[in-house]
């Protein structure tokens, strides 16, 4: 059973630019949720989608969002890039129930210049 | 506010002995599940162990065991018999019980374990 895919690995932008990044979930899962990692704020939660709905969202700017498609993939989005958003960027999926066992992906770790 | 702390920056350990690694939280629910991941340097976010507010009785896995003081509000992880691999960074996180629908995990900073050979 493949596990959770996240694209790209690696990417380096400069500030003022926008970004997306892709995740895959596990085949049958629903919920895909986002966080931020850094080293000094740890793990931060984004959004999490739920059957191409947002359902929860964490405390950040505008300039984050979000989407899942029907086949439950998710994109996030990141516009008009500051240095502060270099960090790693995990995505988790689960199947949507009570059990909030979370499967991360390996990241995408995004560096601003 | 609904934090989580642990308190060892980082923590080291001789292979095959036992360690323990400490975890905090602060809330004001009373149903919620606690976990303990770990990231290793592959940066893969693993679960290692699951416990439920509600259940007394202590969670395991294999080598994983987990102190849960409902009370006190701790949750420390128990790694007998480490090995190479588990040197990773271990995270502990909570998140309030609420109809199935809260992925909103909320972490601490993370322990960063070496098992020394």
């Known amino acids: 059973k493949a596990g959770v895919t996240q694209t790209p690995r690696y990417l380096i932008k400069t500030r003022g630019q926008q970004v997306t990044l892709s995740c895959s979930p596990i085949?049958?899962?629903?919920?895909v949720s986002w966080y931020q990692q850094t080293p000094g704020q740890g793990l931060q939660f984004l959004f999490e989608?739920?059957?191409?709905?947002?359902?929860n969202k964490g405390n950040f700017p505008g300039r984050f969002s979000g989407r899942q498609f029907s086949n439950s993939r998710s994109e996030m989005n990141v516009s008009t890039l500051e240095l502060g958003d270099s960090a790693l960027y995990l995505c988790?999926?689960?199947?949507?129930?009570?059990?909030?066992?979370?499967?991360f992906g390996a990241g995408s770790r995004l560096t601003v210049l | 506010a609904q934090t989580v702390t642990q308190s060892q920056p980082e923590m080291s350990v001789q292979e095959a002995e036992t360690v323990t690694l400490s975890c905090t939280y602060d809330?004001?629910?009373?149903?919620?599940?606690l976990f303990w991941y770990k990231q290793p340097p592959s940066r893969q976010m693993i679960l290692v162990i699951r416990?439920?507010?509600?259940k007394q009785q202590n969670a395991t896995e294999n080598r994983f065991s987990v102190n849960f003081q409902k009370a006190a509000k701790s949750f420390s992880l128990k790694i007998s018999d480490s090995q190479l691999g588990d040197t990773a960074m271990y995270f502990c996180?909570?998140?309030?019980?609420?109809?199935?629908?809260?992925?909103?995990?909320?972490w601490g900073l993370g322990t960063s374990l070496a098992v020394n050979p």
């Open positions: 085949s049958g899962h629903r919920s």
């Open positions: 988790a999926s689960s199947m949507g129930g009570g059990a909030n066992v979370l499967t």
């Open positions: 996180a909570f998140v309030p019980f609420n109809a199935g629908n809260n992925r909103k995990l909320i």
């Open positions: 809330t004001s629910e009373n149903n919620y599940y």
């Open positions: 416990q439920e507010a509600y």
């Open positions: 989608y739920f059957s191409e709905t947002q359902r």
